[in-house]
């Protein structure tokens, strides 16, 4: 019974109504399906992919609020003297799943179904420093930063971008709470140099604008498509250069809203 010409009256009756069965049981199926995603809808809720936050204990809760606190009358002025740092890691594969292909039960495992993959992609890891006025120069950092190699850093990009952006001006310096930012050497060498440090909060990228700029520099990285490191590296850079003072400052004016924000969400993360 092979082919359709060898069915008798009676089985193909019987087929006939079960494909009616099927499709209207889809149909109810569909209707059903839409009907409960409306509600939902209706309730208030999307579907979206989760955020990445990071996940903050009591103490940390505190002290964000805390420091929103004590900044909570700061001015975009204030803001604006404000020299924002932060690190990023930057992989040559962005997310993106590529083409789709067709394929018969089975086939799973045939070499034209499949797409090869890298464990460890290609990645650098860069610096970058961001006031109102704009951005200072990227550093492509090498190897793992210990407190030596971040005063490297701070020595050869950071006081370069303090001296773009600020020229003669006075200008406080923010960092995160990562080790090499808070050793005891690294304190001197500011100390030594007579810059001020902005107290930091823990686990708080929401409050640092210069995420902001890594993201839009990111979502460029998706449509340049680099396939090598030095592509790469280039993308990253022509990215970084083509963001525009009004970006930053932007970014900088939004600084009332964010110490809102964490004060409205009682240290939790926020929006931002």
Request: glycine share 6%.
């Amino acid at each position: 019974m092979g082919k359709t010409a060898d069915l008798t009256a009676v089985q193909k009756a019987i087929i006939d109504t079960l494909k009616q069965e099927v499709c209207g049981k889809e149909k109810v199926w569909q209707k059903t399906l839409h009907n409960e995603k409306r509600r939902v809808q209706e309730m208030g809720y999307r579907c979206r992919i989760p955020q990445v936050k990071p996940l903050l204990n009591q103490k940390q809760r505190q002290k964000r609020l805390t420091w929103a606190t004590e900044k909570q009358h700061w001015t975009v002025a204030q803001w604006s003297k404000v020299l924002f740092s932060d690190e990023s890691k930057f992989c040559m594969s962005f997310g993106n799943q590529g083409a789709r292909v067709w394929r018969k039960t089975g086939e799973r495992e045939m070499p034209k179904c499949l797409k090869s993959s890298v464990k460890y992609p290609q990645s650098v890891m860069v610096w970058g420093a961001m006031s109102a006025a704009g951005v200072g120069p990227l550093c492509f950092i090498k190897g793992r930063v210990n407190a030596a190699s971040y005063q490297e850093i701070l020595e050869h990009f950071m006081l370069p971008s303090a001296e773009k952006l600020y020229g003669d001006e006075d200008f406080i310096f923010q960092h995160d709470l990562a080790p090499a930012h808070s050793a005891k050497t690294t304190g001197k060498w500011f100390t030594d140099h007579g810059i001020t440090v902005l107290n930091w909060p823990a686990n708080s990228p929401d409050l640092n604008p210069t995420e902001n700029l890594w993201d839009i520099v990111k979502r460029k990285l998706r449509d340049a498509r680099p396939n090598t490191l030095d592509e790469l590296k280039a993308a990253i850079e022509a990215s970084w250069a083509s963001i525009t003072p009004q970006q930053c400052h932007r970014l900088i004016a939004s600084m009332p809203r964010r110490i809102e924000a964490v004060i409205s969400a009682k240290g939790f993360p926020t929006k931002y």
